[in-house]
C-alpha cells in the first residue's frame, strides 16, 4: 500500500494546518453543558404536556357526567383550548432558548439566554400552579352556587352518596374537595421543584462560573 | 470549590496543548467546518466528563484517543445518512503544494478520500495507524486484540486497494 504509507507520512507533518484553539476557547466549550439543560427542560415540558392530555383520559366517565350535568361542558373546553395554546406558547420559547444557547459563542450571550431560560421556566410554573389553583378555587365556587343540582348529580352517579343526609353533604363535599386540591397542588408544586429544581440549580452554577471568567 | 477549578484547568491546559489530535479526528469524520467545529466541542465536553475517571495510569493522548473516537465513532452512527452526501470539495485534503506534483498531489486525495469513506470503525483503525501507533497501542485503544487489529488492518488495506484500483 504504497498510497497509505505516502497519506503516513504527509499525515506526520500536517499538525500546524489546523486552527489552533486557545485556552479560553476551550474553557467556553466546558460551559456549553449549560445548553444539554436548556434542551432538557424543553424535553421535559414537551413530556409534560403528553403527562396532561394522558391523565385527562383517565377521568373517571361519572365525573364528566357530573360536570356536564351541571353545565360545565362549554367552560372546560374553552380553559382546555387556552390552556393548550399557553403550552404551546411555552414549548415555543423553551425551543427558541435551546436554539439560541446551541448557536451563541459569547460568553455574553450564554448568560442571556441562561437568565431568560430562568425566567421562562419561572414563569411557566407560576402559570401552572396559579391556574390550577384558580381553576379549583373557581369550579368549587361555581359548585357550590349549584348546590342542590350537584347533590342529585351525585347521587345518580356515586352510589355511597346516598347515605349521606343533604344537610351534611355540602360540608363533606366541600372539605374533601379542599383536602384533594391541597394534596393535588402540593404534588404539582412537588413536581415543579423536583424537576426543574435540579435544572436550574445547574443553570445557576454555570451562570456563576460564566461570570467568573467574564470580569 | 478550588477542586473543580484545579481540575478543568488541569484538563483545559492538558486539551489545549493535544489539541490537534482531536482537529484530526474531525477532520476525518466531518466534511464542513461547521460539523468539524461541532465535534471537537462535543469531544470536548465527553472528554471532560470522562476525565475524573482518567487516573494517569496511561498517558493524557492515549486517554484521549479512546474517548475522542468513541465519541466520533457514536456520533457518527446517528448521522449516518448526512455523511453519506459527501461534495467532493469536503474531502479535499489540504497539503502544501510546492512540495508535491501534481499526480503525487492526486494520490492523496484519492487516498484521504477513500479512508474517509470507511465505516467508522475502519476509519478510527486507520486513524490511529495514521498516527504511527503500533498494533499493541491501536489494540489498547479500541478495546480489541491485537490480532484482531492487524486482521482488520489488512483487510482495510485491502479494500483500500479495490476502492483505488477498481
Known sequence: MDELEL?????????????KLSYKEIYKMLLKKSSSI??????????????????????????????????????????NIINYVVFAVFIFLFYKNYLSIKVT????????????????????VIYNVGASVLLLIGINLFYYTKKDQ????????????SAIPPESFTSIFFISQLIGGVIMIGLLLLFYRVVYGILLRRLQKNYK??????? | MPLTKELEHSFV????????????????????????????????IQLWRAFPKFRGDSKFSTWMYRVALNTAITLYRKSKRSIKTQDFEGVSFKISAETYDDTV?????????AVKDL????????????????????????????????????????KLRTILNP
Open chain 1, 105 to 124: 459563542d459569547s460568553i455574553k450571550g450564554l448568560m442571556e439566554t441562561i437568565l431568560r431560560t430562568r425566567r421562562t421556566v419561572k414563569y411557566f
Open chain 1, 150 to 161: 350537584l347533590y342529585q348529580l351525585m347521587i345518580e352517579n356515586y352510589e355511597g352518596y
Open chain 1, 7 to 19: 497519506l503516513k507520512k504527509q499525515w506526520q507533518t500536517r499538525e500546524q494546518e489546523f486552527p
Open chain 1, 209 to 215: 462560573e460564566l461570570e467568573e471568567i467574564e470580569v
Open chain 2, 105 to 113: 498531489e492526486e494520490q492523496l486525495k484519492l487516498m484521504y478520500s
Open chain 2, 13 to 44: 491546559s492538558q486539551l489545549e496543548e493535544n489539541q490537534n489530535i482531536v482537529h484530526k479526528i474531525c477532520r476525518l469524520y466531518t466534511n464542513d467546518s461547521d460539523a468539524h467545529n461541532d465535534l471537537f466541542q462535543e469531544i470536548t
Open chain 1, 38 to 79: 436548556v434542551k432538557w427542560i424543553f424535553l421535559i415540558s414537551i413530556g409534560e404536556i403528553i403527562l396532561w392530555t394522558l391523565l385527562a383520559f383517565v377521568v373517571p366517565e361519572s365525573s364528566r357526567e357530573i360536570n356536564n350535568g351541571i353545565g360545565l361542558k362549554t367552560t372546560f373546553l374553552v380553559i
Open chain 2, 119 to 158: 465505516n467508522d470503525i475502519d476509519k478510527a483503525l486507520v486513524f490511529l495507524y495514521l498516527e504511527d501507533k503500533n498494533y499493541r497501542e491501536i489494540s489498547q485503544t479500541l478495546g480489541i486484540t491485537e490480532v484482531n487489529a492487524r486482521v482488520k488492518m489488512n483487510r482495510i488495506k485491502d
